[in-house]
């Protein structure tokens, strides 16, 4: 709007200056060419000050119409928020948000929980089948690893040592130790396995998830 008004203030401005103050009191023309040639260049400005006066109404039109549009846009989207808003009950969402933080406490909770027969299925994936393991210990450390002996038997000394290959080659066991390998009473050899554990072993997840892609990859292969 002010631009409109300082539009209107030299379009009047220019056009006071085109009124002739003085009477004219004979029909004998008392300008002169210069002075004509003044009026001319006068009748420009004037057609100048037209010009951007118009150009002055239109663009506070435009603006002002910009501005209703913005205020009807944001108040349809105010309403828009408020039925959203009263579409649900406040009761309803308190209960939901009561559930999405048990299933956050849940999911906390199945991420660290220690699961020993994941050790178990792993032990059964990388024994041989000319070895067999009698006994099993497992103690947890402080560091999240856990400490595992077992102890087995074999049908040859070179069976023993495929299965030391077998366990050295895993990386989610440590310090793998073979000892007390003996022949005993029935001819199997026996021996001891001493190692440390993986902590990422020892998650009930990454059991879970390691135990589809065996399942997955054993059905794969009977297709």
């Known amino acids: 709007m002010l ?10 401005t220019i056009y006071l200056k085109q009124m002739d103050p003085v009477g ?11 002075a004509a040639g ?9 057609l100048m000050a037209i010009i951007i006066f118009v150009l002055s109404i239109v663009s ?3 603006a002002f119409g910009y501005k209703q549009i913005l205020n009807n846009t944001i108040a349809g989207k105010d309403e828009s928020l408020r039925k959203a808003e009263g579409a649900f009950n406040p009761g309803t969402i308190q209960d939901l948000l009561r559930l999405d933080n048990r299933l956050t406490q849940a999911r906390t909770l199945l991420q660290k929980h220690v699961a020993p027969s994941a050790i178990l299925y792993f032990l059964s994936t990388i024994t041989l089948e000319r070895v067999q393991l009698n006994s099993f210990e497992m ?8 400490s595992l002996s077992v102890s087995g038997s074999a049908d040859s000394f070179s069976s023993v040592a495929l299965q030391s290959d077998q366990f050295g080659a895993t990386k989610l066991l440590k310090d793998v130790i073979f000892s007390g390998i003996s022949v005993n009473e029935t001819g199997k050899v026996g021996f001891t396995v001493n190692a440390t554990v993986d902590p990422s072993l020892l998650l ?6 390691q135990q589809d892609t065996t399942n997955a990859s054993s059905s794969g292969r009977t297709q």
């Open 24 to 34: 004219q009191g004979s029909f004998i023309p008392k300008q002169s060419l210069a």
């Open 139 to 146: 103690g947890l450390n402080n560091n999240g690893s856990a």
């Open 60 to 62: 506070a039109g435009g």
């Open 204 to 209: 009930y997840s990454n059991s879970i998830a």
């Open 3 to 12: 631009v409109w008004f300082r539009g209107l203030r030299v379009f009047f």
């Open 38 to 46: 003044r009026s001319g260049g006068m009748g420009l400005f004037f």
